[in-house]
């Protein structure tokens, strides 16, 4: 039976080359969305709140792309990149819009409903446009090359961040206004989505010239192929119930460290920019001018993060047990999470931040090569990472919504709750251990 080819590294790397627009988009949301609705005016007890929306969206979403796209072919279009296509075209509007939530004359009311729903249909768009990349590499890239494969698309997804983190510093050092009057989001962050959105679909026109998805016919054969060993290979079309069961198992498993890690990183994109704010400027008025100093130091602390990721993400293949390599990426973050609140120079936080990069490096690449591998001969892999998309989602659901709370438990000091992500990473990487990361049973 036919099974899939090796690729080529360039093959490799144009599966997933569009990821690096995508994450522009996703960086320049994840590090500027306290800070645009800190400056229309919102309450730093409502901050987390204001996160609920990307993931609820994501949740609905992806597992819907996955479903259809399982069930789709437009030839030349194949089946995950038309989706990716209207994601992005959807994404550059938006991204144009949300930055101006505070530029139309609105009240303050006004503002933040518009910009909540510019955000809803951002975060609905850059779902739409992210997941394809996932699944393609999951119906491409046979098993032995996956970790490499996911490796490529963790380097590509850490680099578009690089970026994105640092074009308000970049802007505002070449002369880009970095303030505005009250209630309005600077220049210097409006031209950081408008330049991210341009990225952006260079980079998804550049995946859809270079990559031909495999047809039909031939995903029937290499899965075929994928459930042949332990079957009849005349009717070996779909998993064995062993290979199925095995497969669920580890789902649910590596879903378990994602809701860890997932609200961890709920908590720092939410208080990051009010922690340093306090505790390196010295103020907590979101319209201060030490207020928006401190909105671009984040970008550049997050472009730190995402170079140790980067650095991190080759050394990881070097470990011989992935579990061991998982875990201890999970502790070094938390170590990060935790020293960020005693730190009061805004240089020494790149150490805390670099180290941060060791656990999102492991996120990026791990449960989805350890979910791939166990789904791999099913049919249904869209509908599969789809779904296991929820294990991203439902975390940041549940710590946005806990946010405001817990922050009044901690004394309302927004450090206190980088400490909570620490230990929660913590968590994470003991529950590691209990992942079957063996090869599925025939």
């Not at 030839?75 to 075209?89: E, H, K, S, T």
């Not at 990069?357 to 249904?380: D, Y």
Request: net charge neutral.
């Amino acid at each position: 039976m036919k099974t899939k080819p090796d690729l080529k590294f360039n093959q490799l790397w144009n599966i997933s080359f569009g990821f690096f627009g995508v994450q522009i988009a996703y960086a320049l949301q994840s590090a500027n969305i306290s800070r645009i609705f800190a400056t229309l005016g919102a309450d730093p007890h409502n901050l987390s709140y204001f996160w609920i929306l990307p993931p609820l969206m994501g949740m609905v979403v992806q597992p819907l792309v996955g479903y259809f796209s399982d069930k789709t072919w437009l030839g030349r279009w194949g089946r995950r990149i038309p989706y990716l296509l209207i994601g992005a075209m959807a994404a550059i509007i938006v991204m144009c819009l949300l930055p101006n939530a505070g530029s139309f004359g609105l009240t303050v009311a006004g503002a933040m409903t518009f910009g909540l729903i510019a955000l809803m249909f951002l975060d609905t768009s850059i779902n739409m446009a992210m997941q394809p990349f996932k699944m393609m590499v999951g119906d491409m890239v046979n098993e032995k090359q996956k970790a490499k494969a996911y490796s490529i698309q963790s380097f590509l997804c850490n680099a578009g961040s690089l970026v994105g983190y640092i074009f308000p510093f970049l802007f505002t050092a070449i002369g880009i206004a970095n303030v505005a009057p009250e209630g309005v989001v600077p220049d210097s962050v409006k031209w950081s989505f408008y330049v991210g959105a341009a990225i952006l679909i260079l980079c998804v026109i550049y995946t859809i010239s270079n990559v031909k998805e495999y047809t039909p016919q031939q995903m029937a054969e290499f899965n075929a192929a994928a459930n042949a060993e332990g079957q009849d290979t005349a009717t070996a079309t779909e998993m064995s119930a062993d290979q199925k069961r095995h497969a669920i198992r580890v789902f649910f498993e590596v879903g378990l460290v994602q809701f860890f890690c997932w609200a961890a990183f709920m908590y720092m994109w939410t208080y990051t920019n009010g922690t340093i704010a306090d505790t390196v400027w010295g103020t907590t008025d979101a319209s201060s001018e030490g207020y928006q100093e401190a909105g671009n130091w984040v970008g550049i602390l997050f472009a730190v993060q995402a170079i140790g990721s980067v650095l991190w993400a080759v050394v990881l293949p070097q470990f011989k047990n992935i579990k061991v390599a998982y875990a201890l990426s999970l502790v070094i973050g938390g170590i990060g999470f935790a020293m960020v609140p005693y730190i009061h120079n805004q240089y020494l936080l790149f150490v805390p931040y670099f180290l941060i990069g060791f656990a999102w490096a492991a996120m990026l690449a791990m449960p989805f090569t350890m979910v791939t591998n166990a789904f791999e001969g099913s049919n249904r892999m869209g509908t599969a990472l789809g779904l296991f998309n929820c294990t991203i989602c439902v975390p940041q659901i549940v710590a946005a919504a806990l946010g405001g709370v817990l922050l009044g438990a901690m004394g309302h000091v927004q450090g206190n709750m980088l400490l909570l992500a620490g230990i929660l990473l913590v968590v994470g990487a003991f529950c590691v251990f209990i992942i079957e990361d063996k090869k599925r049973k025939h």
